[in-house]
């Protein structure tokens, strides 16, 4: 009797231990730029995640959207870097070529993503020189158009416009029969993607394919610029010198806004104020082309890599990538897409639109660039300088920069 | 030659213990001001980014670069014209107002309270007051100046208003701080010296001018320096009202320093350029001294 139950505890011991062995939970870091509503989700969809899967363990870093960069550079460059991070498609080349991120090729076979289950220009956001990067979450519709349902009401206008003549005469009417302007723009790098969508609908882009020269200083390029600058200046339906065009927007002041899908939560706090949102018009060719970016997820470089990890990791992305069906932005899997969460939200409107989606050029020296085309459309939308000139003088600044 | 190094000896001895106080005090100096101001240097000798993993030595060419960089010369220029219209604006501003409230007068401490308080908010908070005060259409500012027939003024979107808008918001920000200093100076002022002028017949301005003013040299001439070394280095306030636009007009040298090291990726660049900015202060700061040192 003894003897049995020296044996049963024996056993006892060996099987306690055995299973606190296979318990033994991974813990990863993931730090992300999520604020907000989106935020809260992404808290939801971490825990969830959490409780079901015993042997890893998440904890999200939060640190706010515009210090976001600044602190993950640091992170990476100080070898403090969290074990999964989000890098956004524009900014993804400049961190790859400079050896920020892991190389994810082999984790992703292992992991049982594949090409074929994603939308294929947000898949592709996460290459660099044909090397996988990153995993996208998501598609940021980074510019729609926002329209006041009871302006257009005002001015006799049943369905918002879906191209240049009708939004220009749309806008005003709005501002004929309403007090409000035709118009609300923003300004700053929101111009700029806006400016960018028309380029692309307009048939130019910002640089050629092989990504070594500028191009939009020519008939397109010119005619896109145009477009924004006669807003303001020709049809005057556009206040040039609103500060806080969202706000503008949010109190009536405008008819239409021309912004990305992201500001929805600012302007659902204004309860008197109904209003709609769809893709922006097709303003050149019949072509809707609009900015896109994506949320990736990427491995920042570790100082020491640990496989168990990263394997962790992937399985997290695996699952999150899956489970986005109430997320804010266009879930990035195709599978996803097509539920009934997704159909019957805003999103679904956006869906037809997606063959459209454009994402800013893989340039390592992104920012320069941009920085060089904003500066020069700025100037052009005050009048400061004709569109020819800013053009030329945007052009030669990006060949420069690209010749470097 | 061994007496020289056994009276260093001694002597160090002796003071052995006013090392010791220090000793905590400059450990903090080179680990945290000493050492970045080296690093930074040897950064700027270099082409790299943030993350440090591709480090090439270039020698002097990151301070070559900037002589053809316009984007450099119209952040410097700005920047200049910043400090150019800040600081006087702020120092004859607070003289004013430390004058004012250097009396004895029902709500002083109230109203000391008002010029001071803007100070104890973070520049951000000041950065989104002045965006709600300068919107064009509805703030604050047009909807009065509209009453005198003025306006409407496109304060932050224009860039011949813009630089000018971001001074009157940190004035506004940092006068309080000089106001405190004016008036601990003007309380400094031996009260024999305006006892005395009173009995030779100096009052109300030719007093202000002949008395105040010129003992008040001392504090004038710290606070001067202290804005302008602030001024060189001001940030918070574009960064978040402008961004430094519209099309650059407001970019100032942190602006442009911020961004090449976090947008563009070039800290060495970034690094030469905090450089070039530490010079011009540190020429600034001792041109002044020495010049009012001289008077």
């Known amino acids: 009797m003894k003897r049995k139950i020296l044996v049963f505890l024996v056993l006892a011991c060996v099987l306690m231990t055995a299973s606190t062995a296979m318990a033994k939970t991974v813990s990863i870091t993931f730090r ?41 550079q640091l992170a990476i460059g100080s070898g403090q870097a969290p074990d999964l991070a989000v890098v956004h498609t524009r900014w993804l080349p400049a ?29 592709n956001g996460g290459f660099y020189k044909d090397v996988q990067y990153g995993i996208p979450l998501d598609i940021i519709v980074s510019v729609v158009l926002f329209y006041n349902e009871d302006l257009m009401a005002q001015a006799g206008i ?44 307009a048939g130019a882009s910002v640089v050629n394919e092989e990504g070594t020269a500028a191009n939009f200083n020519n008939d397109a390029g010119r005619a896109a610029l145009q477009f924004w600058v006669d807003l303001y200046h020709k049809y005057q339906v556009a206040p040039l010198d609103v500060t806080q065009p969202l706000e503008a927007f949010r109190l009536g002041r405008g008819g239409f806004y021309v912004d990305g899908v992201f500001n929805s939560p600012g302007l659902d706090a204004q309860e008197d104020l109904n209003y709609g949102v769809t893709t922006i018009p097709a303003f050149f060719n019949n072509n809707r082309s609009f900015f896109a970016n994506s949320h990736n997820f990427v491995i920042p470089r570790q100082r020491r890599l640990d496989p168990e990890k990263v394997e962790a990791a992937m399985e997290f992305v695996n699952w999150m990538v899956r489970n986005t069906h109430n997320w804010s932005a266009v879930p990035s899997l195709i599978e996803v897409t097509e539920t009934e969460e997704v159909l019957n939200s805003a999103r679904g409107q956006v869906l037809e639109q997606l063959p459209d989606l454009v994402y800013p050029p893989a340039l390592i020296d992104i920012g320069r660039v941009e920085t060089a085309i904003q500066e020069a459309m700025e100037a052009a939308l005050q009048g400061d300088i004709d569109v020819a000139t800013a053009l030329e003088r945007a052009e030669a600044e990006v060949n420069s920069i690209l010749g470097r | ?72 010369w119209t952040a ?3 920047t200049a014209s910043f400090t150019l219209m800040d600081v006087p604006t702020n120092v004859v501003l607070a003289i004013l107002l ?10 002083k401490e109230i109203s000391l309270s008002m010029v001071f308080f803007p100070r104890l908010l973070s520049i951000s908070v000041i950065a989104f007051i002045w965006l ?24 932050l979107r224009n860039p011949s208003v813009a630089l000018r808008a971001v001074v009157v918001a940190t004035v506004w920000w940092t006068v309080g701080n000089n106001v405190v200093l004016f008036m601990a100076g003007m309380q400094q002022i031996p009260t024999e010296v305006y006892e005395a002028a009173e009995l030779d017949g100096s009052v109300g301005l030719h007093r202000f001018f002949r008395i105040t003013l010129p003992l008040l040299r001392p504090t004038a001439q710290f606070v001067v320096i202290m804005q302008i070394i602030a001024s060189f280095q001001i940030f918070g306030q574009v960064n978040i ?24 990726f070039e800290m060495g660049y970034a690094a030469a350029l905090s450089y070039i900015l530490f010079l011009l202060i540190m020429v600034v700061s001792v041109i002044q001294l020495v010049w009012l040192r001289e008077r």
């Open chain 2, 1 to 72: 030659m061994a007496k020289a190094k056994r009276s260093f000896y001694r002597s160090f001895k002796e003071n052995l213990t006013g090392y010791m106080f220090v000793l905590p005090y400059f450990c903090f100096f080179g680990l945290f001001t000493l050492y970045p101001i080296l690093q930074g240097f040897f950064m700027s000798l270099t082409e790299r980014d943030i993350f440090g993993f591709d480090i090439r030595f270039v020698g002097l060419k990151n301070y070559a670069q900037m002589l053809t960089d316009q984007r450099f």
């Open chain 1, 32 to 72: 992300d730029l999520f604020s907000g509503p989106d935020s809260d989700l992404m808290d939801e969809m971490v825990a969830k995640f959490n409780e079901l899967h015993p042997h890893i363990h998440v904890e999200r870093q939060l640190t706010t959207w515009d210090n976001y960069y600044d602190q993950l």
């Open chain 1, 158 to 201: 049943e369905n918002p416009p879906t191209n240049m003549e009708e939004f220009i005469s749309y806008a005003q009417q709005i501002q004929e029969k309403t007090d409000a302007w035709g118009v609300i723009l923003p300004g700053g790098y929101a111009a700029y993607r806006n400016f960018f969508s028309t380029l692309y609908q």
């Open chain 2, 98 to 107: 430390a004058t004012l409230l250097n009396r004895h007068f029902r709500g």
């Open chain 2, 76 to 78: 410097l220029k700005n």
């Open chain 2, 241 to 264: 009202m402008t961004g430094g636009g519209p099309a650059g007009a407001t970019r100032v040298l942190v602006q442009y320093i911020y961004e090449t090291g976090f947008s563009y």
């Open chain 2, 132 to 155: 709600w005060l300068y919107e064009p259409e509805w703030g604050l500012l047009n909807h009065y100046l509209s009453f005198l027939g003025v306006g409407p003024i496109s304060w």
């Open chain 1, 95 to 123: 961190f790859a070529a400079r050896n920020a991120l892991v190389p994810l090729d082999e984790y992703v076979q292992k992991a049982g993503l594949s090409s074929e289950a994603f939308i294929e220009a947000a898949w």
